[in-house]
T-cell receptor, first 112, second 114 residues
Framework: TQLLEQSPQFLSIQEGENLTVYCNSS?????LQWYRQEPGEGPVLLVT???GGEVKKLKRLTFQFGDARKDSSLHITAAQPGDTGLYLC????????????WGLGTSLAVNP | DSGVTQTPKHLITATGQRVTLRCSPR?????VYWYQQSLDQGLQFLIQ???????AKGNILERFSAQQFPDLHSELNLSSLELGDSALYFC?????????????FGQGTRLTVV
């Protein structure tokens, strides 16, 4: 069974701090997506990474896909209260099952 | 606004009852996915339809069923409801069959079974 483990589960920081959250698996994925979900809303896609070692930047957010395509990280620089939310990673396997495997998420609170 | 519309937003019903959740995908999207989200189990994939045909099945209970209509809207039917079925139910849509590309989620239906 493919599993995606996200850490930490909860994170509470002050505005202006940097942080990194992780998404790890023992399985190889064809691609990996990061989503952010705010309370009462559906997840919103932030980025898709496909190539091992790939780094993508979205303003203050930096996403990296591991060389072996088994893990990923999300780094936020100078966090702001608007970054508060649940960050979910999801791995896609283009093999036979073609399913998206979801982590349980990291709940981030950025305090002003 | 993702362009995916789900109704109703909130639903409260009693155990043993049956409910229908509705989803209208983004214009042009042929794939619809249903997910269940609870605090302890996270986001669980239930089922996917592509252009009216069932494409992939996840952890969907036999008491649950779904369909996608010719106009591409989809309905998720939940029957013989139990307290444990209380959760957020999300619909997502994407252009193609595979979930590799962008998937757009609706705002969800919060189901409470009492």
């Amino acid at each position: 069974t493919q599993l995606l483990e996200q850490s930490p589960q909860f994170l509470s920081i002050q505005e202006g701090e940097n942080l990194t959250v992780y998404c790890n698996s023992s399985s190889v994925f064809s691609s990996l997506q990061w989503y952010r979900q705010e309370p009462g809303e559906g997840p919103v896609l932030l980025v898709t990474v496909v190539t091992g070692g790939e780094v993508k930047k979205l303003k203050r957010l930096t996403f990296q896909f591991g060389d072996a395509r088994k893990d990923s990280s999300l780094h936020i620089t100078a966090a702001q209260p608007g970054d508060t939310g649940l960050y979910l990673c999801a791995g896609f396997n283009a093999g036979n099952n073609r399913k998206l495997i979801w982590g349980l998420g990291t709940s981030l609170a950025v305090n002003p | 606004d993702s362009g995916v519309t789900q109704t109703p937003k909130h639903l409260i019903t009693a155990t043993g009852q049956r409910v229908t959740l509705r989803c209208s995908p983004r214009s042009g999207d042929l794939s619809v996915y249903w997910y269940q989200q609870s605090l302890d189990q996270g986001l669980q994939f239930l089922i996917q339809y592509y252009n009216g045909e069932e494409r992939a099945k996840g952890n969907i209970l036999e008491r649950f069923s779904a369909q996608q209509f010719p106009d591409l809207h989809s309905e998720l039917n939940l029957s013989s409801l139990e307290l444990g079925d209380s959760a957020l139910y999300f619909c997502a849509s994407s252009v193609g069959v595979q979930h590799l590309g962008e998937a757009f989620f609706g705002q969800g239906t919060r189901l409470t079974v009492v």
